[in-house]
């Protein structure tokens, strides 16, 4: 309370703040100036100075008041409290809701079939013991609260390796409300086992399960269930879910009851839903793969007589087909992290197929070949013939028309005989070559396009874009999705 040095009557501090400027401001009516304003501001400055100290006082004072308070709560808490006792022992079973937000997902290793994640694991369950009354509906307590109270033993089932983080300090967060409800959440990064059946690789998709629950605890003690229900219980952030080589496509989550010999135990289960990219493995083998096939197509085109050409393009382009991506297979693993054995499950049919359609393509020109062969061995069989005749025929017509002498006579019984004796594929030794790389005689009728070309001109790309079709629709059309199964009853 100050007084008012012209009224002298007491008046309230926002009186005297509002005095205060009145005072001070320019222009202001009733405005104080020159030495007359002296002793009013140092009065002003002292009151103000002693109103700000007990405003100050009375925080720390109420702080002091509140901070005795919750100390009292939590002795009070403490005194008597045995946290070797689960709530509810002896009693009704203690029902832990849980749920989780995924804070990155991977990597997810094919050669280890493991998975890692980094997650906030929150716990909630109510401890009747820790019911308070207090000014404040919640305590807010550090992490070494933890130790001195009962908390659930959950581990997890699947897990290879587990961090707790503790920079700087342990990432532990622990809630009490008034009604006895406790809240325990802690930031762990889970490295988990993911079974994986690659038979399908590279259009392959994996659920891989999380499990947790109870050590030693039984279902008759404690129950686990999903505090936000089975849909909402999990949260992944899209944008932390980056993968290399998996799309992350959803999660599913559901309760089971696990069954071993001490006993059944609550266990939640949640289930990462996996699938593979399939863009890198179509730009390293499936299009290298079909290219080599349409190539090994285009002999076809080829004139048949160009034997060179057409070999080399089917020998060049075998082994290729036998081995795609042999620099691959050779000098590292066809993927960052598909080693040998899990590159083995790669569909090889498919490979095969293919090596089939080149394989044919070789023997579609085998075949040409053989029968362009025959063909122009009969035809040279026919031409001989022909000569042959000719020459016998012309023989005769000389007998009959002009009289010979004895020595012509003689000469012309050996010229036949000579022809009679001589064997058919000697009556004509023409050059079969007519130039290097050609295979067949300068032959009319054996002139143009085989009609094997003809037809495979058409069949074979048909038959390998229905193949495609075909292979393509099973594959994308099929759930590959692994789930895996290790004997548990669900709920």
């Given at each position: 309370?100050?007084?008012?040095?012209?009224?002298?009557?007491?008046?309230?501090?926002?009186?005297?703040?509002?005095?205060?400027?009145?005072?001070?401001?320019?222009?202001?009516?009733?405005?104080?100036a020159?030495?007359?304003?002296?002793?009013?501001?140092?009065?002003?400055?002292?009151?103000?100075?002693?109103?700000?100290?007990?405003s100050?006082g009375?925080?720390?004072?109420?702080?002091?008041?509140?901070?005795?308070?919750?100390?009292?709560?939590?002795?009070?808490?403490?005194?008597?409290?045995?946290?070797?006792?689960?709530?509810?022992?002896?009693g009704?079973?203690?029902?832990?809701?849980?749920?989780?937000?995924?804070?990155?997902?991977?990597?997810?290793?094919?050669?280890?079939?493991?998975?890692?994640m980094?997650?906030?694991?929150?716990?909630?369950?109510?401890?009747?013991?820790?019911?308070?009354?207090g000014?404040?509906?919640?305590l807010?307590?550090?992490?070494?609260?933890?130790?001195?109270?009962?908390?659930?033993?959950?581990?997890?089932?699947?897990?290879?390796?587990?961090?707790s983080?503790?920079?700087?300090?342990?990432?532990?967060?622990?809630?009490?409300?008034?009604?006895?409800?406790?809240?325990?959440?802690?930031?762990?990064?889970?490295?988990?086992?993911?079974?994986?059946?690659?038979?399908?690789?590279?259009?392959?998709?994996?659920?891989?399960?999380?499990?947790?629950?109870?050590y030693a605890?039984?279902?008759?003690?404690?129950?686990?269930?999903w505090?936000?229900?089975?849909?909402?219980?999990?949260?992944?952030?899209?944008?932390?879910?980056?993968?290399?080589?998996?799309?992350?496509?959803?999660?599913?989550?559901?309760?089971?009851?696990?069954?071993?010999?001490?006993?059944?135990?609550?266990?939640?289960?949640?289930?990462?839903?996996?699938?593979?990219?399939?863009?890198?493995?179509?730009?390293?083998?499936?299009?290298?793969?079909?290219?080599?096939?349409?190539?090994?197509?285009?002999?076809?085109?080829?004139?048949?007589?160009?034997?060179?050409?057409?070999?080399?393009?089917?020998?060049?382009?075998?082994?290729?087909?036998?081995?795609?991506?042999?620099?691959?297979?050779?000098?590292?693993?066809?993927?960052?992290?598909?080693?040998?054995?899990?590159?083995?499950?790669?569909?090889?049919?498919?490979?095969?197929?293919?090596?089939?359609?080149?394989?044919?393509?070789?023997?579609?020109?085998?075949?040409?070949?053989?029968?362009?062969?025959?063909?122009?061995?009969?035809?040279?069989?026919?031409?001989?013939r022909r000569?042959?005749?000719?020459?016998?025929?012309?023989?005769?017509?000389?007998?009959?028309?002009?009289s010979?002498?004895?020595?012509?006579?003689?000469?012309?019984?050996?010229?036949?005989?000579?022809?009679?004796?001589?064997?058919?594929?000697?009556?004509?030794?023409?050059?079969?070559?007519?130039?290097?790389?050609?295979?067949?005689?300068?032959i009319?009728?054996?002139?143009?396009?085989?009609?094997i070309?003809?037809?495979?001109?058409?069949?074979?790309?048909?038959?390998?874009a229905?193949?495609?079709?075909?292979?393509?629709?099973?594959?994308?059309?099929?759930?590959?999705?692994?789930?895996?199964?290790?004997?548990?009853?669900?709920?």
């Open positions: 309370m100050t007084l008012d040095l012209f009224t002298r009557r007491p008046m309230r501090h926002i009186d005297f703040d509002k005095n205060l400027l009145h005072g001070l401001v320019p222009g202001a009516p009733g405005r104080l020159g030495d007359d304003a002296a002793p009013l501001l140092e009065v002003h400055r002292h009151a103000a100075a002693s109103h700000t100290a007990d100050l009375s925080v720390l004072g109420i702080e002091k008041i509140y901070s005795d308070n919750i100390t009292l709560i939590l002795d009070r808490l403490l005194d008597g409290y045995d946290n070797r006792l689960r709530p509810g022992s002896g009704g079973v203690t029902e832990v809701k849980t749920d989780f937000f995924v804070t990155s997902f991977g990597p997810v290793s094919d050669v280890e079939m493991e998975y890692t980094d997650m906030f694991f929150r716990q909630m369950w109510v401890d009747e013991r820790l019911k308070f009354e000014p404040t509906e919640i807010r307590l550090n992490n070494r609260m933890v130790d001195k109270i009962w908390t659930p033993d959950t581990f997890f089932r699947n897990s290879r390796k587990s961090i983080h503790n920079t700087t300090t342990p990432n532990k967060l622990f809630r009490i409300m008034q009604n006895g409800t406790v809240l325990y959440t802690m930031r762990l990064t889970i490295g988990a086992e993911c079974p994986m059946r690659l038979m399908d690789f590279p259009m392959d998709a994996h659920s891989c399960p999380l499990r947790f629950g109870s605890y039984t279902s008759s003690e404690i129950l686990f269930t505090r936000k229900g089975p849909v909402a219980s999990v949260e992944c952030p899209a944008e932390s879910m980056s993968l290399l080589q998996y799309d992350l496509v959803g999660q599913t989550l559901s309760s089971e009851i696990f069954k071993s010999n001490t006993g059944h135990y609550s266990v939640q289960v949640v289930h990462f839903h996996l699938k593979r990219k399939l863009g890198y493995y179509l730009i390293q083998t499936y299009v290298p793969l079909i290219m080599v096939v349409v190539l090994s197509q285009v002999s076809f085109w080829i004139n048949k007589e160009s034997v060179p050409a057409r070999t080399v393009a089917g020998t060049l382009l075998f082994p290729h087909a036998c081995l795609p991506n042999s620099f691959l297979c050779y000098h590292k693993p066809v993927s960052p992290t598909v080693s040998l054995q899990s590159k083995a499950t790669i569909p090889y049919w498919f490979i095969a197929v293919c090596f089939a359609f080149v394989a044919s393509a070789l023997i579609e020109f085998a075949a040409v070949n053989y029968f362009a062969t025959l063909q122009a061995n009969r035809l040279k069989k026919e031409k001989a000569e042959k005749l000719e020459v016998l025929d012309a023989g005769s017509d000389d007998e009959n028309a002009i010979l002498d004895g020595s012509h006579q003689e000469d012309l019984k050996r010229r036949n005989h000579s022809v009679c004796r001589s064997e058919p594929g000697e009556a004509s030794r023409v050059p079969i070559f007519l130039h290097q790389g050609s295979a067949f005689p300068q009319p009728q054996l002139a143009g396009t085989s009609p070309d003809k037809y495979a001109r058409i069949l074979f790309p048909l038959a390998f229905l193949f495609n079709l075909v292979y393509w629709y099973i594959y994308l059309a099929k759930d590959t999705m692994e789930i895996a199964r290790n004997g548990v009853l669900k709920n």
